[in-house]
C-alpha cells in the first residue's frame, strides 16, 4: 500500500527531524514574528523539491509538489509560539524572547506540528511512484492571535496555490502519545471576545436621582447575559459566556460616566453563535434603556475564531485511514473547549476539511493519572509553562498520521 | 369672639350628636352604597335650614348655608365604611352587611367625620350672627375605592353649589382625642396600583430555547424596579414601590406563556410621581425587550389617589386658629402614608385647601403605650377591626375643629 | 440463526397484533389504573405458557418463560396512559375516560409497547428450540407519574422472579417507523421537580421596613437559579433548570407573607444531578438569608426520575444485533430531554440494562417534514393529542427489536 | 441689648477683617497641614487677650475667654481647605499647592468660618461689660478627611478646656448672603464608606465549572444591595447606598479570583445607619455563599461620619436669636446630604449642640437662577472650583450670627 512506501522512509530522517524539533522548541517566535521559523520551512521545502511561495500574510509559507493527475490536498501546520517563560526543565527549553523582550515559549506545541508537517512533505517527495495527485504543505503565521490564517488569505492565498480538494490538519493535545483522534461535526469550538461600554451619568453618590448609575446597569447586564447560556440555548447545545472583567468607578463616593465589561463566548454551530450575538446585543441595549441611558452602549467583537466544524464524510475518511494504520490508538476525539483559526483556510477555497488532536503525553504518566483520576491536574496541558510532549512517539505520530491522510486521497490503495 | 358664640351651642346638641354617632357606627354602609347614612344626613341638613343638593354623584349631599356678604368656605366629610367584620366589643358594634352580604364595619372613623360635620353645620345654622359669607357643607361618597369625589365632580358639582374660595377636611386618626394635628404641604401621600402582564413564549421546561421565559422575565422585572427608589429618588424624597403579587405558571415543568405582577407606588409630589410612571413603563418594556418578548407588556394603572399637598397659607390660618382654640394640643401631623380623594374637589374649583388630623384614641390608652414604645401594636389603627374612637373627646374635637377652621375664613374676629 | 427461526412465526401472529393494539389503543388507562390492560396481558402470557405474577407493585405483571440453562434477560414494556383528550381523528381513537372523569388517552405510545412485547413473548414461546436460558416479559404500570418501577420493586419484585443478567427496553419516538435507534451511555435525563417556599413577613405596602417582601426574595432567588446553569455546570454537561411556576400575594398593596417556586431540572450524570440539587439549596438558603428571612426556606424534591445511562457493552452488543436484522435503518439515537423510569429495575438487580427507540412516524410524512426543516412542528411528538403511530411498520418493528435484542444474550448465534 | 452692644464694635474691625479673609483664601492648606493658618490664629487670639491651647490634634488651636460666672459656650470653626485647582477668577485666588505639589484651594468655604469666628472671638473680647460666663473659640483641622475633631478629642481636648455647656458652628452654604439657616433635629447625613472585596476562583473562561466566578458574585452584590433602600428603610427615612466603583478581571476570557466594590452611605439617623450596616454585611455574606465562595468577603469600613443631629431646645434658642437679629433672613435649613465631623466635639463632652448655615451666594445671581429654575447649575456650590463667597454680606453675617447666638447663652438679655 501507499502508505507503507512511503512511511518506509520515517527511520532514515527520524534523527534528522529530532534534531530540527529541538532546535525549533529552542527557539520559539510569537505570531507575526516567526521570521526563524518561516525561513527555515521554506529553505528546506525547496530542498525537498517543492515549489515555494513564502511571505504570504507576513511570514506564511507554502510549498507545492505537483506529481501528475489527482486530488490535491493541503496540509497545514501552524508555526507561532506564546508569551509564557519555559518552566518544563528540557535540555532545549526556549530561553527566548519576542520583540518585546518578553519570555517566549512553545507551549502549545506547534512546534511537533511544524516538524511533522516538514517530515511529512519531505517522505512525499521521496516516494513519488507511491502517490498521484498535488501536495500542499502550508505553515501558518499567528493562529493564537487568531489572525494568521485570515491575513494569508487577505495576502492573495487562493490565487497563489492550487485549489485543494481537501484541507487537513492536527494538534498535539495531552493525551497520550501514540494515540491520533478524530471527530465528525464540531470540535473545537468558535470564540468571541466582546468588549461592552455602557454609558451613565455621573452624580455625587448622596444624588442619584441625577446620574444614571452605570455601576449598576453593567451588575444588571452581567446578571441578565447569564440567561443566555441558561434559557436561550438548548441543554443539549454547548455554549459558555463569560463575562471575564467588569471595571467603573475609582472611589466608593461618586456615580462614574460610564462602565466597561469584557466577555467570551464559546459556541460549536454558527446559528448558535449568531444567536448568543444576537442575544448579547439585544439584552446589552435593553438593560441600558432600563437605566435610562442617555446613549446607546459601544459593543465591539474582537478576537473572533470560527468554529471547527469537520466535513462527516472526510472525517471518516480520515478516520478509517488512521484505524488501518494505528490500530485501537486510533481514538474519537472529545469535543474541545478551545478554538482555531485553521478553518478559515478550507472556507476560501470552499473544500471540506477535517482537523484532529494526537497524543505528546508520555503514556505511562497518562495512565497513572488516569488511574488516580487526576489527569487535570497532572498532565500539563497546552498553554501551561510545563507543556513537553515527549518527543517519541509523539513526533512519529505526528509524520505518520500527516502521511496517511494525505494518502487517503492521494495513494493508489486503501491508505 | 365668633368661635366663643357658635360653640356656645355645643354642649345644648351633645348628646343627640353622641346618638347620631352610635346609630351610624352600627350602621356602616359601603362605598356607593350610603343610601341610608346619606338620606338622614339629607334630612338634617334641611333641618337646619341648609339648602340640599342630593344624589350627586350617587349618594353624594351638599348642604349650602348663605349667611350674607363673604367668602365662601367648604368642608367635606367622606361616609363610606369598609368590607370588615367589627371587633371592637363596642355596645354599638356594627352586624350590618353590604349589597354583597359582607360584613361592613366603620373601621376608618368616616362616621365622626360625618358626625362632626352635621354638629358644625348645626352650630353654624343657628349662631348666623356670628359669621358672615356662606358654609357649605359636603357629604361625599366612596372615598375607600377613590372614586367618589371624582363621581360628585364627574356629576356637574362644580356647576351645583358656589363656587368655595377654600376648602377644608378632617380625619380621625390613632392620636390622643382631643389633639388636632395640621401639616403644610406634602401631608399625605399619592398611591397608584400598578398590573402588567407580561407575554413570554411556552415550551416545555426542557427545551427553554423554544420558548420565551416569563417567569425569569418577570423577576427581573422585579428586580428592577427596585432600582427606582434607590437610585432615581432622590434620597430626601419620599417614595415607596412595592409588588405586592406575582403569578405565573401552574407546574415545575412547562414554561408559561405569561406573568402577571402587581404592584403600588407612593409618592407626594406630582413630578416624583411622573417620575415613577415614566421609569416603571420604561423599565418593564426594556425588561421585556431584554428577554427577546415577541409581544410588548400590557401596564394597567387602576385605583389611583392624587397626592394630598396642602396649601401653605390656608394651613397656616386653620393651624393659628386651632392653637388659639386648642392650645398645645393643637400639633404639627407627620407626613403620612396613606392617601385621599378629598383634594379631587378643590383642585376641580381651583381653589386652596388643608386636611388635617384629629385624634381618636383614649390618651391615657395612648400615654401607657407612648411609654411601653408599643403604639404601633397596642394603639389599633384605621383598617383595623378593632380601631374603637372613645366618642369623647373626639366628637367635641372635631366639632370644634370644623367650627373654628371655616371662622378663620367667616369670622369676625381671629378665629 | 435464532432471530430468523424465531421472527418466522410473526407473518402468523401480526393480524391478532394488530388486532390487539387497535383495542388497547381505544381503552387506554391511567398510571396505577392500568386494571384491564394489566388482567389481559396476564390473560395471554398465562396462554402463551409463561408462569405469571400479577399485580405487583398494583398493576405490574410479570411473564417468566425459563427454557434450560443460559442467561436470563428481561424485557419491561410500560403500560400507563395520559390525561390528554385524543385528537387523532382514528378510528379506533380513544374516548375512554379515567376514575376521575377526565379523558385518556395512549399519547405517549405505551400501547405499541405492550403489543411488541406480547409480541415477542409469544414468538419467543412458539420458538424454545431456537434459544436457551430464561425470558422474562415484565410489564410495568404508572410510567409517566414516576413511581411505577419503584412500586413494583417496593412490592418485592426481586424476590419473586428469578435474577436477570440484563434487562432490555424500549420506547416509540417521532423518528420514521422502521428505524431503531440506540445510545450508549446517557441517553435520557433524570429529572427532578422541587417546590421551594420561602417565608417573608407580611406588611403594608407602603411599610416594607416592617416587613421582609418574598416577592423580591423569590424573584432573586429565580434569576440567581440561572446561574447553575451558567456557571456551576460546564459547557459540554448538558442541564436544564426550569422555574414553571412563582406565586406570591393576592393585591397590589400588601407585601405578602411567603412565595412558591417550583421548578424543574433535567441532567444526565448523577454527580452533575447532585451538583445541581446541591446548588439549588446552597443558593435558596443564601437568598432567604440575604432577605433577612426569620424562618429558612422549605425545600421539597418530588416526581424524581433517574438518569438513563446505558451500559457501553449491553448496548453494544444490542446494537450489533440491529444492524444485523435492520441494516442501515439501526441508527443512532440523539441524548434525549426526556426522563424515564425503567432503569430502577436494573438497578434493583444490579444488572446492566440498555433503553432504545424505535420509529413510529410515516416515513413519507418524516421524509417531507425533513425536507422542509419542520420536522418539530409538523411531525406529532409523545403527549401531543395528535401522536399517532402508524402501526406498520412500527408494531413489527418493535416485536423484531424485542426478539433479536433478547436473542443477543439467549439465541445460539449472532443475533 | 447684648448683642447690640457686642456688634457695635464690628464696623471697626471690618477691614481688617476682610483683608484677613483675602489673604486666607489665597493660602489654603489641606487637612492636617493647616501650618500657616493655625499659627496666624493662634497668634490672633493671644492678642484678643484669650487663654489658647495649641498643636491639638496637630494643628488644632482653642482660645478660652473666661469672663465671670455664667455658662460656657464653645464655638468651632474648621480650618482645611481641598485639593481642588481654584477657578473662581478672583483677585486673591490660591495658586497654593499642598505638600504632595497639588492645588489647593478653600472650595468649602471654611476661610469665611476661620474669618467669621476670629472676629467674633475679638468682638466678644472687646465688649466683656455686654456679657458673662466663658466664651470658647475652637479652630478643628482636617473636616474633610473626617478625623480632624476625633485628632483633638483622641489628644486629650477635653481635658485641656473648660467644658462647654453647648457647643455652636456654622457653615457657608449657597444660599444668599445674608441669610441663616438653622433645622432642629437631623441636618446633616452620617456617611460611610465601605470597601468590600469577595473571593471567587479563577479558571479558563470556558470552565465556570471549575471556578467560582466573582464578577457574578460582585454584580449580584451590587443589583441586592438597592433592596437596603428600596425595601429595608422606611419611605419616609432618607438613606442612599451608592456602589461607587466595582472592579474585577483584566481580559475576556479568564474567570478573575477577586472583585472589589466600593459604596458610600448616608443616613441621618443611629438606628437606620445600624441597620445598613447590618444588612450590607449580612447581604454581602449571603451573596458570597449563594455563589458557594469558599472565602467569606472582607468588609472594611472606612471614612465614617457622624449624622448631625441638632438638639431641638439649642436649635429653638438660637433660631430665636437668629430671629430677633437677622429678621426674615432667618430660615429653616433644607435637610441636607452632606455630612461633618463637628458633632463628634459636643458628644465628647456631653452636651448639646446646633449647627447652622449662611448664605454665601450673590443675592442677585440667586435670585435670578431661582427665577430661571436654575439654581442647580447656575449657582456654585461647595467643592465646586468656581466657589467663591462674596465677601458682604457673607463675613458680616458670619460674624454676627457666631455672637447673637453665644450671646443667647452668655448675654444677659434676649439675644
Chains 1, 2, 3, 4 share one sequence.
Not at 5 to 14: E, F, K, P, S
Not at 169 to 176: E, G, K, R
Not at 288 to 302: K, Q
Not at 368 to 393: L, S
Amino acid at each position: 500500500m501507499s502508505a507503507d512506501t512511503v512511511l518506509a522512509g520515517l527511520d532514515a530522517i527520524r534523527p534528522d527531524l529530532e534534531a530540527y524539533y529541538r532546535d525549533l522548541h529552542a527557539h520559539p517566535e510569537l505570531g507575526h514574528q516567526e521570521r526563524r521559523t518561516s525561513a527555515r520551512v521554506a529553505e528546506r521545502l525547496r530542498a525537498y523539491g517543492y515549489d515555494v511561495s513564502d511571505g504570504i500574510g507576513g511570514t506564511g509559507v507554502v510549498g507545492v509538489l505537483a506529481n501528475g493527475d489527482g486530488p490535491c490536498v493541503l496540509f497545514r501546520a501552524d508555526m507561532d509560539a506564546l508569551p509564557i517563560e519555559e518552566r518544563t526543565g528540557l535540555p532545549y527549553a526556549s530561553t527566548a524572547v519576542g520583540d518585546d523582550g518578553g519570555p517566549v515559549m512553545h507551549a502549545c506545541g506547534h512546534d511537533t506540528h511544524v516538524t511533522a508537517l516538514l517530515g511529512a512533505a519531505r517522505l512525499m517527495a521521496q516516494a513519488r511512484e507511491a502517490w498521484k495527485g498535488t501536495y500542499v504543505a502550508l505553515f501558518q503565521p499567528a493562529e493564537e492571535p487568531g489572525d494568521g490564517a485570515r491575513g494569508m488569505i487577505d495576502d492573495g492565498l487562493t490565487g497563489r496555490i492550487p485549489k485543494p480538494d481537501v484541507c487537513l490538519a492536527q494538534h498535539v493535545l495531552p493525551y497520550p502519545a501514540g494515540q491520533v483522534l478524530t471527530r465528525p461535526g464540531p470540535a473545537l469550538s468558535a470564540a468571541d471576545n466582546y468588549r461592552i461600554t455602557v454609558y451613565g451619568r455621573s452624580a455625587h453618590g448622596s444624588a442619584p436621582d441625577r446620574g444614571i448609575d452605570p455601576v449598576v446597569m453593567a451588575s444588571m447586564l452581567v446578571v441578565r447575559l447569564q440567561t443566555i447560556v441558561s434559557r436561550e440555548v438548548g441543554p443539549l447545545t454547548p455554549a459558555v459566556l463569560t463575562v471575564g472583567s467588569i471595571h467603573s468607578g475609582a472611589n466608593p463616593n461618586n456615580i462614574p460616566e460610564t462602565a466597561e465589561i469584557q466577555l467570551n463566548v464559546r459556541t460549536y454551530e454558527e446559528d448558535v453563535r449568531r444567536r448568543v450575538r444576537d442575544a448579547i446585543v439585544r439584552i446589552t441595549r435593553a438593560e441600558c434603556a432600563a437605566s435610562g441611558a442617555l446613549r446607546g452602549p459601544e459593543i465591539e467583537r474582537f478576537g473572533a475564531f470560527p468554529a471547527t466544524v469537520n466535513d462527516e464524510d472526510t472525517t471518516r475518511r480520515v478516520a478509517a485511514a488512521f484505524s488501518a494504520c494505528f490500530g485501537d490508538r486510533a481514538k474519537v476525539l472529545d469535543l474541545q473547549t478551545a478554538s482555531e483559526d485553521f478553518s478559515e483556510i478550507p472556507k476560501a477555497f470552499g473544500v471540506p476539511f477535517t482537523y484532529w488532536g494526537f497524543g505528546g503525553t508520555d503514556p505511562e504518566l497518562y495512565a497513572r493519572a488516569a488511574e488516580r483520576g487526576t489527569i487535570a491536574t497532572d498532565v500539563p496541558g497546552n498553554h501551561n509553562a510545563a507543556f513537553a510532549p515527549v518527543i517519541q512517539p509523539t513526533l512519529d505520530t505526528g509524520v505518520r498520521a500527516a502521511v496517511v491522510s494525505a494518502l487517503a486521497y492521494l495513494g493508489n490503495g486503501a491508505g
